[in-house]
């Protein structure tokens, strides 16, 4: 089993900034990668972006050169740094950890609220 933990979600004026955290524990080794996904209010989850074991990153159009993940082993940690905010990435975002097509793994999620 893995755990995850998200923080840092919150309020933000568009333009602004915030930082995602995602905490994993448990099995961790079986993680082949960890990411982020969202879900705002009458719509699917989608992927946002996501980081592999071995560094490689993948982001979803809607937000790079806007967000950035990143990977602490040491903390086994996953942040999500999120600039330039718009509302229309005003969601509630869930870390995703990925072993395989059938096993996943999610945190509980951390509401964004983006809004003047």
């Known amino acids: 089993q893995v755990r995850l933990v998200e923080s840092g979600g919150g309020l933000v004026q568009p333009g602004g900034s915030l930082r995602l955290s995602c905490a994993a524990s448990?099995?961790?080794?079986?993680?082949?990668?960890m990411g982020w996904y969202r879900q705002a209010p009458g719509k699917q989850r989608e992927l946002v972006a996501f980081i592999t074991s071995g560094g490689t990153t993948n982001y979803a159009d809607s937000v790079k050169g806007r967000f950035t993940i990143s990977r602490d082993n040491a903390k086994n940690t996953v942040y999500l740094q999120m600039n330039s905010l718009i509302p229309e990435d005003m969601a509630v975002y869930y870390c995703?950890?990925?072993?395989?097509?059938?096993?996943?793994?999610w945190g509980q999620g951390t509401q964004v609220t983006v809004s003047s």
């Open positions: 995703n950890g990925y072993v395989s097509d059938y096993v996943n793994y």
């Open positions: 448990g099995s961790i080794f079986r993680l082949y990668r």
